[in-house]
């Protein structure tokens, strides 16, 4: 009997999941939605793979065969990756199969017998831990574990045929157009916060990125309500969570939405006038002073040395 | 008048938490809040109403505190807001929760959408919408970035990781939006006096007709603490700006970053 099944729209992600569940030493089985997946669920060390045959192109219209395979099957738990889709997906089966979920899960391991898993509250302020005795359904954020990829590993594959939701038709996916490079890729960020007073400043810190062959960020309130720059940009747990290997925050207040964007972040710097703001526990290294004094200096510094 | 229904709940506000030595996280002294993203839900479910003339009522479960809620919900446009007032709401989870908001829609009634916000500002699991779906036995489309009711269609812009989905469902539906969906704005003193006067409901739980099978947490809550960033926390607060600016450089420098 598979002890853990899991799924993700993402298969890297989906090799992530696989390795956070094979280190409970629990086998593990998968569900893909084709058959190439398969391929690469076994490589990544999923032992029976349950492909769901079906016609639509959003994994959304499977669940009702998930829940189905799922009660089948009946697995410990089911893991998804906490991904757009996956959330979607992980919330409808726990209420299908009348079970809880847990969401977005950082850790999970075993605690005399019972999983146990760790999630933040309240923006990124408190971490819960629960334990859950019988069956749940958990997504799992993506980049908290390290998965192991190895070709030729074989596995059990069982089709499925799928019944397809078809209440929600897809009519067109279009890829988002960054105006800007992906600032979960950059190596070094320039966030921009409310301590700009206006956007032909933003210059300042373009200068500073440019200095430092970076990208600029923004807080939430940069690019939801003055609208200087695109939503692709901001930084936290509603938005980009980045892990860049330096952050440095001009005129960032720190609230504790944004700096969970940056937890992972190697190094964290910030300049801000107000001595009280919250940035200040968040950061290495952080300036007490205005940005449009600290930044054209810092710019000038490092453009120099390089 | 077809009706659209608007879900949200009244949080404890994160900014008041205090984190104790043993990092213990105490909320006691924390105001209460709607949800910062469930305010961007109700102007999205306003817009929806006015722009297909339709009834837009709000629904919350929370313990007597969410009292407040009532009318910052009102002042945000809706005509009327039920409120399922039960202490219980404080150990819900997204189970309990949904069981609970389902049940309260079904007596609500006649409603064309049912609209939440992706996510609270508390627990952040994203979940209600999606359960409320199943427990309706009606379409949902999640993570919605624009909407449109278009006769008994809902056409909506759903923003994946890297991609635009645009979908379609025939209404009755749910449907979860995003926070840059639309501005959340702040209500005017009009809109604050209306608010007063228009009708609130109050239910208890017994009153929704659900047995209590499906009404207990099903995990155990084994530690909730505080969480602190390992950070360095040099700070340069003396000194020019270009002794400053020096300084910083220079960590970062010793750090390899530069």
Do not use: W
């Given at each position: 009997m598979p002890e853990i099944m899991i799924y993700s729209d993402r298969l890297p992600l989906a090799g992530e999941i696989i390795a956070a569940a094979k280190e409970l030493d629990k086998e593990v089985s998968a569900v893909g939605l084709n058959e190439s997946d398969?391929?690469?669920?076994?490589?990544?060390?999923?032992?029976?793979?349950?492909?769901?045959?079906?016609?639509?192109?959003?994994p959304e219209d499977y669940c009702w065969t998930m829940a189905t395979v799922?009660?089948?099957?009946?697995?410990?738990?089911?893991?998804?990756?906490?991904?757009?889709?996956?959330?979607?997906?992980?919330?409808?089966?726990?209420?299908?199969?009348?079970?809880?979920?847990?969401?977005?899960?950082?850790?999970?391991s075993l605690a005399k017998g019972a999983l146990e898993t760790e999630r933040t509250m309240y923006g990124g302020a408190a971490v819960l831990t629960?334990?859950?005795?019988?069956?749940?359904?958990?997504?799992?954020?993506?980049?908290?574990?390290?998965?192991?990829?190895?070709?030729?590993?074989?596995?059990?594959?069982?089709?499925?045929?799928?019944?397809?939701?078809?209440?929600?038709t897809q009519v067109r996916v279009e890829p988002i157009v960054r105006a800007g490079a992906?600032?979960?890729?950059?190596?070094?960020?320039?966030?921009?916060?409310?301590?700009?007073?206006?956007?032909?400043?933003?210059?300042?810190?373009?200068d500073l990125a440019a200095a430092l062959g970076g990208e600029v960020a923004a807080t939430r309130p940069i690019t939801e309500d003055r609208k200087w720059l695109p939503a692709e940009t901001y930084v936290g747990i509603s938005g980009a969570v980045i892990r860049p290997n330096l952050y440095i925050g001009l005129g960032v207040s720190g609230q504790i939405q944004h700096t969970y964007g940056i937890r992972d972040a190697k190094i964290v710097a910030a300049v801000n006038n107000n001595e009280r703001a919250t940035i200040f526990q968040a950061a290495d290294y952080a300036i007490v002073g205005d940005l449009y004094?600290?930044?054209?200096?810092?710019?000038?510094?490092?453009?120099?040395?390089? | 008048m077809a009706r659209i229904i608007v879900c949200y709940k009244w949080v404890k506000s994160e900014e008041d938490l205090r984190i104790s030595a043993d990092m213990s996280v105490d909320l006691s002294k924390a105001k209460g809040k709607i949800s910062d993203y469930d305010r961007n839900a109700i102007e999205a479910a306003r817009l929806l109403a006015e722009a297909t003339g339709s009834d837009l009522v709000g629904l919350t479960f929370g313990g007597p505190d969410a009292k407040?809620?009532?009318?910052?919900?009102?002042?945000r446009g809706l005509t009327q807001v039920f409120w399922v007032n039960d202490s219980a709401s404080a150990s819900a989870d997204g189970s309990v929760t949904s069981t609970i908001l389902a049940a309260a829609i079904r007596k609500i009634d006649d409603f064309i959408l049912v609209v939440c916000s992706e996510g609270a500002a508390d627990t952040y699991a994203h979940e209600i919408g999606p359960r409320l779906s199943i427990l309706l036995g009606i379409?949902?489309?999640?993570?919605?970035?624009?909407?449109?009711?278009?006769?008994?269609?809902?056409?909506?812009?759903?923003?994946?990781?890297?991609?635009?989905?645009?979908?379609?469902?025939?209404?009755?539906?749910?449907?979860?939006?995003?926070?840059?969906?639309?501005?959340?704005?702040?209500?005017?003193?009009k809109a604050v006096l209306e608010a007063a006067r228009k009708p609130s409901t109050e239910w208890k739980i017994a009153?929704?007709?659900?047995?209590?099978?499906?009404?207990?947490?099903?995990?155990?809550?084994?530690?909730?603490?505080?969480?602190?960033?390992?950070?360095?926390?040099?700070?340069?607060?003396?000194?020019t700006a270009k002794e400053r600016a020096r300084a910083l450089v220079a960590s970062l420098r010793k750090e390899g970053m530069l």
């Open positions: 398969a391929g690469e669920l076994a490589a990544y060390g999923a032992e029976t793979i349950y492909v769901l045959k079906g016609e639509s192109k959003r799922i009660a089948k099957v009946r697995p410990e738990s089911f893991l998804v990756g906490a991904t757009v889709r996956g959330r979607e997906i992980g919330a409808r089966l726990a209420a299908i199969l009348g079970s809880p979920l847990m969401s977005e899960v950082n850790r999970i629960e334990t859950v005795g019988g069956f749940a359904v958990i997504t799992i954020s993506g980049g908290k574990h390290q998965s192991y990829r190895e070709e030729g590993r074989s596995a059990e594959i069982v089709t499925v045929a799928a019944e397809i939701d078809t209440r929600v992906d600032i979960t890729k950059a190596a070094r960020i320039v966030c921009v916060g409310m301590g700009f007073d206006k956007k032909d400043d933003l210059a300042i810190a373009r004094e600290i930044a054209p200096l810092l710019t000038e510094m490092i453009g120099r040395a390089g | 407040p809620s009532l009318k910052d919900a009102l002042s379409p949902v489309i999640s993570y919605a970035i624009q909407m449109k009711a278009e006769g008994e269609m809902l056409a909506a812009v759903r923003k994946l990781e890297d991609s635009l989905e645009t979908v379609s469902t025939r209404l009755p539906a749910v449907v979860t939006v995003l926070p840059e969906i639309n501005p959340a704005p702040i209500p005017g003193l009153e929704l007709g659900l047995s209590g099978d499906n009404l207990h947490r099903q995990t155990t809550v084994t530690s909730f603490k505080g969480y602190v960033m390992n950070r360095k926390k040099v700070v340069f607060k003396e000194g």
